[in-house]
């Protein structure tokens, strides 16, 4: 403070100390239910001079002022204070309405000087307790000013958020659901499932009333409330080019690669393929970086549910071979349904008869769906992400720019994969209803191939295109890779500007080491995601995270940059592409089958169209297949760089965060443009479509 008399305020003027002020307090509550029940709220403003605006009463419980936004306003007087360092809020237990409180953040003006000053809270403020929130509240744990309130916020945090081990390899979960993560829109997401489930029943009649007929009979399953997939109709989905497009553009983008050399399973010769690869030999097209493969290996094995109504599953594990013509076009040109070449596992070829092709073609999608919801989309985001928030939130306090910057990007995570544990992935559950491979066989092939994930590589997308050999120059109308490296390399320059406001790789004033190094909650964050998984409170067992010699730290803004952009381009991209064109690839049934009936074709006969209704799944099982489908594509949160709730209010920081904004825009607009040139557009790596979070 000034002297004892009197005081600059911010433009200039002398203000008495005992001179009492007005403020504007702007209260954000937080998106929680019961999150604006009445209550006396007392604050005070505090400078680390030991001086005090005085206690100040912000909302009355028979006076309540809330506009309906989930903010309100509150006026009141109190003592000028020239330096305005951090605010107490307490809640008066006076009152009958004696329920926790969430607060989001509390914004405070001065009416007398200008001065606005900015309180982030997120969390929920209880009875008999005080809190207390620096202005702007972010700091690494060596600027902390009250550094043991924020050990003893990480100690609540740690009792908070128990990681436990998922059981039988599968990856770690949260052990309870914490009240701060609950699903805000739970409600509505149930009454989503009931409202659904009502849809089914009203159209019970008119679809299940008798079997499929012939195939243009699927066209019939469509409604105002199911409408029809736009890249799809009765004929397109049985043509080559389309087929080969969805490994492309469709729901599972990232399993393609190059082929350098034909698999050693695979029992096909050269002379077999020579006609559908233009005229060129097989060697030739491969030197020339035209063939690529699909080899769904990881799915040998991989038991499937319990028999229904009688019918035993079965579950391929197909080897696609495809070959980029001249038109651009990826077709594909061999397909072995299983691992091991016979007799009795033929390698299908696009001259075989038509309905024996479009036989192949179906199991191989089988598989490739298959692999897709319990991989791509279940095990390597919603899975993999929520051990990564459970530690994060275990050893980040919430003041740690970090925390702040991740924070966005685990909204619903937790309560969403809370949600699917008891609807989804349980026994009965959704997956047993429509997938062949059921719950079971969703977790087989999770704890199978999560082991083989590692940071580095499928978690950074530059690298994972590179080991894939499908850079840009390769594969055409690889739509997904082109899209999603300018959302990556966006996210990486946003991630790398935020940490420059923070840290510096220069030795600090008092060590030799880095300021990234000397974060002890950075580097006990690092230890809890590359630690052993273990039963209970262990790490996330990430590999592939770049570290120090030491293994378990690091010591770069660079080495952080990376494990950042990894994580926030994995929850919002990396799962947008897998999730999103869900019911526009498998509204259709036939165009990606979750599940089929029968054995798949053990030889060349010539199959009918009658052959492939019997195989495609019943209409009961292809609804519920489409209920699920259009839930799951809904979206129900903010986009990318749009976040729910503020957590950067820091000025450099909330510059870099405009900047991204910015460039998500332009992006947005490049895809736009891209996509009227494109025969088929794809919009699922666009930020028009991506949200910010797995919050579905």
């Known amino acids: ?71 309100y306003h509150a006026r009141a007087t109190g003592k000028y204070l020239y330096d305005v360092d951090y605010i107490k809020l307490w809640l008066d237990t006076s009152l009958p309405s004696n329920d926790a409180w969430h607060v989001h953040r509390i914004d405070a003006l001065c009416k007398a000087t200008g001065m606005r000053l900015k309180f982030p809270f997120n969390m929920w403020i209880k009875p008999n307790q005080s809190y207390t929130i620096c202005h702007l509240a972010t700091s690494i744990p060596t600027h902390d000013k009250f550094p043991g309130k924020r050990e003893q916020d990480l100690c609540e945090a740690r009792k908070t958020y128990m990681l436990v081990d998922g059981m039988d390899g599968m990856p770690p979960q949260i052990k309870k659901l914490p009240s701060d993560e609950e699903y805000d829109s739970q409600q509505k997401a149930t009454l989503a499932y009931e409202g659904l489930d009502l849809a089914k029943n009203a159209f019970w009649d008119k679809v299940l009333s008798a079997k499929w ?20 109709n009765p004929n397109i989905w049985q043509e080559d080019s389309f087929f080969g497009s969805q490994r492309l553009v469709g729901a599972n983008p990232s399993v393609i690669q190059q082929c350098t050399k034909v698999p050693s399973q695979l029992g096909v010769k050269a002379d077999m393929l020579k006609p559908f690869l233009e005229g060129m030999d097989l060697k030739a097209a491969i030197k020339a970086k035209r063939i690529f493969v699909v080899d769904y290996n990881i799915l040998e094995g991989v038991p499937c549910a319990p028999p229904y109504k009688g019918k035993e599953w079965k579950l391929c594990a197909p080897i696609g071979l495809f070959f980029v ?11 072995q349904l299983f691992q091991k070449p016979s007799k009795t596992n033929p390698v299908f070829l696009p001259s075989d008869p038509k309905y024996t092709w479009m036989m192949a073609k179906l199991w191989f999608n089988h598989a490739d769906s298959t692999y897709q919801e319990s991989y791509a989309h ?17 050893n980040l306090a919430k003041t740690h720019p970090i925390f702040k910057l991740l924070a966005p990007h685990f909204l619903y995570l937790l309560a969403i994969n809370t949600l699917a544990r008891t609807m989804l992935i349980n026994p009965g559950g959704f997956v047993d209803k429509i997938m062949s491979c059921g719950q079971v066989g969703m977790r087989e092939i999770i704890r199978k191939q999560l082991p083989n994930w590692r940071m580095d590589t499928q978690g950074t997308l530059p690298n994972d295109l590179k080991n894939r050999k499908v850079e840009a120059d390769v594969l055409p109308r690889y739509y997904f890779r082109d899209d999603a490296m300018l959302v990556y390399e966006a996210i990486k320059t946003y991630v790398e500007k935020y940490v420059a406001v923070y840290y510096t790789d220069k030795p600090t004033p008092d060590s030799t080491l880095s300021a990234v190094y000397n974060d002890s909650e950075i580097q006990a964050w690092i230890k809890a995601l590359v630690a052993p998984i273990q039963p209970t409170n262990g790490g996330c067992g990430l590999k592939g995270v770049p570290l120090d010699k030491s293994g378990d730290s690091i010591s770069t803004t660079a080495q952080l940059t990376q494990i950042l952009t990894s994580i926030i381009f994995t929850c919002s991209v990396g799962h947008a592409v897998v999730n999103f064109p869900q019911y526009e690839q498998y509204g259709f049934q036939p165009a990606a089958p979750l599940s089929m009936s029968g054995t798949p074709p053990t030889n060349k006969t010539a199959l009918t169209e009658e052959d492939i209704m019997k195989a495609i799944p019943s209409k009961e099982r292809t609804l519920t297949e489409m209920l699920l489908m259009k839930l799951l594509s809904t979206r129900n949160t903010n986009l990318l760089g749009n976040f729910e709730h503020i957590y950067i209010v820091d000025p450099p920081a909330v510059a870099v965060v405009n900047m991204f904004r910015d460039d998500l825009k332009k992006i947005a607009a490049t895809i736009e443009n891209r996509n009227k040139e494109r025969s088929t557009p794809y919009h699922w790596a666009s930020p028009k479509y991506i949200p910010n979070a797995i919050s579905i």
């Open 325 to 335: 013509n001249k038109a651009k076009e990826l077709m594909p040109i061999a397909i």
């Open 213 to 232: 007929e012939k195939l243009s009979d699927l066209k019939d399953v469509y409604c105002k409330i199911f409408p029809k997939p736009s890249d799809v």
């Open 1 to 71: 403070m000034a002297s004892d008399q009197q005081s600059v305020g911010l433009n200039g003027e002398k203000q008495e100390d005992t001179e009492p002020v007005e403020y504007v307090f702007t209260v954000h509550l937080g998106h929680k239910r019961n999150a604006d029940a009445d209550k006396n709220v007392w604050v005070s403003l505090n400078s680390h001079f030991g001086e005090t605006s005085g206690n100040v009463l912000l909302e009355n419980f028979f006076r309540k002022d809330f506009d309906g936004d989930l903010r």
């Open 378 to 394: 279940l095990g390597s985001t919603h899975l993999l992400m929520e051990g990564i928030d459970v530690v994060t939130h275990r």
